[in-house]
T-cell receptor, first 113, second 112 residues
Framework: NAGVMQNPRHLVRRRGQEARLRCSPM?????VYWYRQLPEEGLKFMVY????????ESGMPKERFSAEFPKEGPSILRIQQVVRGDSAAYFC???????????FGQGTRLTVV | SQQGEEDPQALSIQEGENATMNCSYK?????LQWYRQNSGRGLVHLIL?????REKHSGRLRVTLDTSKKSSSLLITASRAADTASYFC????????????FGEGTQLTVNP
């Protein structure tokens, strides 16, 4: 039973480009969460999705960031017109039900140059 | 201010010693989870303790939860060099679904 799969593991983008981060939850999990981690800091919640629905996006920046979890395929975190401050590790987690263990992927390390 | 603050920020011990890390939080929770993160890697789930539980064990790990003090502790017994990592507590509020709020973590170094 594969764990949470994120790709790519590392992503380099120039300022102004778009970054697309993918996350496939654990088999049987329908709850997906995205978190961002800046160097030497803890994880900060961004968005919580279930299939085809955004449940809580209170941690998402108002502009340039969007997320989706389509009926088929992985969840996508999209960052448009990236800036240097977007450089961070982005982690995806999934859970099978509410208020249960969340399992994390290995993360995507985004570097904006 | 942070929901889920770990204490201490850094801890250095010798192999074989016990390591205790503390976590405080501010609001009512459904559960509290502890994670380990090795440098540059993903998070590994260690243990989940629910608000109606006071203590849980898993191998060399012992977690306590005091909801009256809004605090939790993680004890690692007989530490090993491989335990060197950052440890985070994360709270799941009653009203936030499964959204987790993380503290800043404790960096544990176990010296051989």
């Amino acid at each position: 039973n594969a764990g949470v799969m994120q790709n790519p593991r590392h992503l380099v983008r120039r300022r102004g480009q778009e970054a697309r981060l993918r996350c496939s939850p654990m088999k049987g999990h329908s709850h997906v969460y995205w978190y961002r981690q800046l160097p030497e800091e803890g994880l900060k919640f961004m968005v919580y999705l279930q299939k085809e629905n955004i449940i809580d996006e209170s941690g998402m920046p108002k502009e340039r960031f969007s997320a989706e979890f389509p009926k088929e395929g992985p969840s996508i975190l999209r960052i448009q017109q990236v800036v240097r401050g977007d450089s961070a590790a982005y982690f995806c987690a999934s859970s099978g039900q509410m208020n249960t263990e969340a399992f994390f992927g290995q993360g995507t390390r985004l570097t904006v140059v | 201010s942070q929901q889920g603050e770990e204490d201490p920020q850094a801890l250095s011990i010798q192999e074989g010693e016990n390591a205790t890390m503390n976590c405080s939080y501010k609001t009512s929770i459904n559960n509290l989870q502890w994670y380990r993160q090795n440098s540059g890697r993903g998070l590994v789930h260690l243990i989940l303790i629910r608000s109606n539980e006071r203590e849980k064990h898993s191998g060399r790990l012992r977690v306590t939860l005091d909801t009256s003090k809004k605090s939790s502790s993680l004890l690692i017994t007989a530490s090993r060099a491989a335990d060197t990592a950052s440890y985070f507590c994360a709270t799941c509020k009653e009203t936030s679904g499964s959204r987790l709020t993380f503290g800043e973590g404790t960096q544990l170094t176990v010296n051989p």
